[in-house]
């Protein structure tokens, strides 16, 4: 009888094993790019923000399950200006009227559920965590073998950035800066 018990539990407890296998594929941050766009009445503003560092969890047949990553909030460049204008808004950025990085060095996107859409495609959802702050975001994520994508559309209010914003303060006018950015995101692996 516990031959019989033993002998029906394996291919179980095999398959179980099997089906949790996980890949975890690293990020080349060096290889990788994280571009931000930040938009006002009168115009647009864009940079970079480096990974510090980051992967991807795969089931063994390559299906996207997970991920985590880290983002060097000290490396926010501006890429649209120049000279004096570059370095006033990035000094700016880096103020606690917007990522307050002396106290706030590193942002964090840990993935707590993915969906496949179509193809290489999945509906990804995750905690961000800006200035200590965690708030959830969804975007979708094109995943191949070497590499990922994906455009990340964050409401910086929820993170408490709120210098400039329409909805929390009048007669702003042109000053109006925009309550979205986005961060266009490619990963090397």
Request: hydrophobic share 35%; net charge negative.
């Amino acid at each position: 009888m516990k031959k019989q018990i033993l002998s029906a539990a394996a291919p179980v407890l095999i398959f179980t094993t099997l089906s949790f296998t996980t890949i975890k594929k690293t990020v080349d941050v060096e290889a990788s790019n994280v571009e931000w766009t930040g938009k006002k009445i009168t115009g647009s503003h864009t940079g970079n923000i480096d990974l510090k560092e980051g992967f991807l969890s795969l089931t063994e047949e390559g299906k996207l399950i997970g991920g985590e990553f880290v983002m060097d909030m000290n490396s926010i460049v501006v890429t649209d200006l120049s000279g004096e204008y570059k370095t006033k808004l990035e000094n700016h950025l880096n103020s606690d009227d917007f990522f307050g990085v002396a106290n706030y060095s590193t942002s964090k996107l840990v993935i707590t559920d993915v969906a496949p859409k179509s193809g290489n495609t999945y509906a990804v959802t995750g905690d961000l965590t800006i200035k200590g702050k965690t708030e959830p975001v969804t975007f979708d994520m094109v995943v191949e073998e070497n590499s990922a994508s994906a455009k990340v559309v964050i409401d910086r209010t929820k993170y408490g950035i709120r210098y400039g914003s329409g909805s929390f303060f009048d007669n702003l006018g042109d000053n109006t800066i925009h309550n979205n950015f986005t961060l266009d995101v490619s990963l090397k692996f």
